[in-house]
């Protein structure tokens, strides 16, 4: 069979582009320290190396959230260490406060600190993480209390409805009252003791004598019967130059339509696959004991009350609701703890987890560097052979060209 010059030359540009290509495969596993590159390099092992990607970028997801979930976790953790010790401060009042040897004015004295750890308390149920409120649930940008004023300062806490205010017009002395909120009308509850305040044109009226107040229900009961008027928005009472009404109260946190908002929402974090985890606590769930109702706030309030009307009865009784409290507040730490050292195991898992899924990609992925090497050097020497045989074989003639 006759071969032609044409066919001599396809031929070896044929071998000569194999070889190089060869060459140019190698010389990329060289460079990149990969062997698979695109799916055409090998189609099957491709296909397994995408599916442990995938398990890795999961492994790495999952990593960041139980990383968050243990952060989120360490300063609730915080929050409810400090809480347990300003409890224990309270304790300790409470004992003292009992004693028969301390005098009224001094339980006032006693209750000026309660007033103080109660703010200290709220200030530490509003904690944040990341700019998120950790006690309320999902309404994480709400605070789960709030510390509200009834201010009689200015004529513009009068004009903007900030005092609040109450009816006893027409009320016989031993009569009970409700204050109410003088913007919404709503009523107020959850007086902090010590902080009431209430002045008619400029004369101050004074607790245990003019007046008593009941703290956790948010009440005044007359006991001068000057007090027995109407200080209703919209009257002439309810003037920087008649009644002024101070004091501080709790609340709860309220949405933009001033509704109060639940604390008992989960936030999870996906710590594994099809697995999530709780890692909040709720204001509720953590101040509040089940059995008896006793809330934190109200125990405080009761206690604070007490002092400030020297009713050592209730003294001694706020010991067992402070107990309760701090109960409640230990099994809501331990069942933190207990989240905490979950996710610490299921990162440690997580982490060896992701160091065999990097393993096993590495061993389909990576080239042989000392094989591809030696390829390498054999492919260039077949590469260099062609070429300089094709320079032998295929030789320009004048011949060539007749």
Same mark, same amino acid.
């Given at each position: 069979?006759?071969?032609?010059? *044409?066919?001599?030359?396809?031929?070896?540009?044929?071998?000569?582009?194999?070889?190089?290509?060869?060459?140019?495969?190698?010389?990329?596993?060289?460079?990149?320290?990969?062997?698979?590159?695109?799916?055409?390099?090998?189609?099957?092992?491709?296909?397994?190396?995408?599916?442990?990607?995938?398990?890795?970028?999961?492994?790495?997801?999952?990593?960041?959230n139980i990383e968050d979930g243990i952060s989120y976790m360490s300063i609730t953790e915080t929050a409810m260490e400090s809480m347990n010790t300003l409890l224990q401060r309270v304790r300790e009042?409470?004992? &003292?406060?009992?004693?028969?040897?301390?005098?009224?004015?001094?339980?006032?004295?006693?209750?000026?600190?309660?007033?103080?750890?109660?703010?200290?308390?709220?200030?530490?149920?509003?904690? *944040?993480? *990341?700019?998120?409120?950790?006690?309320?649930?999902?309404?994480?940008?709400?605070?789960?209390?709030?510390?509200?004023?009834?201010?009689?300062?200015?004529?513009?806490?009068?004009?903007?409805?900030?005092?609040? $205010?109450?009816?006893?017009?027409?009320?016989?002395?031993?009569?009970?009252?409700?204050?109410?909120?003088?913007?919404?009308?709503?009523?107020?509850?959850?007086?902090?003791?010590?902080?009431?305040?209430?002045?008619?044109?400029?004369?101050?009226?004074?607790?245990?004598?003019?007046?008593?107040?009941?703290?956790?229900?948010?009440?005044?009961?007359?006991?001068?019967?000057?007090?027995?008027?109407?200080?209703?928005?919209?009257?002439?009472?309810?003037?920087?130059?008649?009644?002024?009404?101070?004091?501080?109260?709790?609340?709860?946190?309220?949405?933009?339509?001033?509704?109060?908002?639940?604390?008992?929402?989960i936030i999870e974090r996906d710590i594994e696959s099809g697995i999530a985890m709780q890692i909040n606590i709720g204001m509720d769930e953590m101040t509040t004991d089940m059995e008896s109702g006793?809330?934190?706030?109200?125990?405080?309030?009761?206690?604070? &009350?007490?002092?400030?009307?020297?009713?050592?009865?209730?003294?001694?009784?706020?010991?067992?609701?402070?107990?309760?409290?701090?109960?409640?507040?230990?099994?809501?730490?331990?069942?933190?703890?207990?989240?905490?050292?979950?996710?610490?195991?299921? @990162?440690?898992?997580?982490?060896? &987890?992701?160091?065999?899924?990097?393993? @096993?990609?590495?061993?389909?992925?990576?080239?042989?560097?000392?094989?591809?090497?030696?390829?390498?050097?054999?492919?260039?020497?077949? $590469?260099?052979?062609?070429? &300089?045989?094709?320079?032998?074989?295929?030789?320009?003639?004048?011949?060539?060209?007749?």
């Amino acid at each position: 069979m006759r071969i032609t010059m *044409k066919a001599l030359h396809r031929s070896m540009l044929d071998v000569i582009n194999t070889r190089y290509s060869d060459l140019a495969d190698l010389q990329e596993q060289l460079a990149t320290g990969k062997r698979l590159r695109r799916p055409s390099d090998d189609p099957i092992d491709v296909a397994n190396d995408l599916q442990l990607m995938t398990r890795q970028s999961e492994l790495r997801q999952h990593k960041t959230n139980i990383e968050d979930g243990i952060s989120y976790m360490s300063i609730t953790e915080t929050a409810m260490e400090s809480m347990n010790t300003l409890l224990q401060r309270v304790r300790e009042l409470a004992i &003292q406060g009992a004693s028969d040897t301390l005098s009224a004015k001094e339980r006032g004295f006693l209750n000026k600190e309660i007033e103080q750890l109660t703010r200290q308390l709220v200030a530490l149920i509003n904690t *944040k993480y *990341k700019g998120d409120y950790i006690f309320n649930g999902l309404q994480t940008k709400i605070p789960p209390i709030l510390l509200e004023s009834s201010s009689a300062a200015t004529v513009d806490d009068y004009d903007n409805l900030r005092m609040a $205010y109450f009816n006893a017009a027409g009320a016989a002395v031993g009569t009970s009252v409700q204050l109410f909120k003088g913007f919404s009308g709503e009523a107020v509850t959850n007086i902090i003791p010590g902080t009431f305040s209430l002045q008619i044109a400029g004369v101050t009226y004074g607790e245990n004598t003019d007046f008593t107040v009941d703290y956790k229900a948010g009440t005044i009961t007359i006991l001068n019967a000057a007090l027995a008027i109407d200080v209703t928005p919209g009257t002439a009472n309810y003037d920087i130059n008649r009644v002024a009404l101070t004091f501080d109260y709790l609340d709860r946190g309220r949405d933009v339509y001033g509704q109060a908002v639940s604390n008992r929402g989960i936030i999870e974090r996906d710590i594994e696959s099809g697995i999530a985890m709780q890692i909040n606590i709720g204001m509720d769930e953590m101040t509040t004991d089940m059995e008896s109702g006793t809330t934190l706030f109200g125990a405080l309030i009761r206690f604070g &009350q007490a002092l400030v009307q020297d009713d050592q009865p209730n003294i001694s009784g706020a010991i067992d609701r402070i107990d309760a409290v701090f109960t409640t507040i230990l099994s809501a730490q331990s069942k933190n703890g207990a989240r905490i050292n979950r996710l610490q195991t299921t @990162l440690d898992r997580n982490e060896n &987890q992701y160091i065999q899924v990097t393993s @096993l990609r590495s061993e389909l992925e990576d080239a042989e560097m000392a094989e591809t090497t030696t390829r390498f050097m054999l492919t260039q020497n077949v $590469y260099n052979a062609a070429l &300089q045989s094709a320079a032998k074989i295929i030789q320009p003639s004048l011949v060539n060209f007749l």
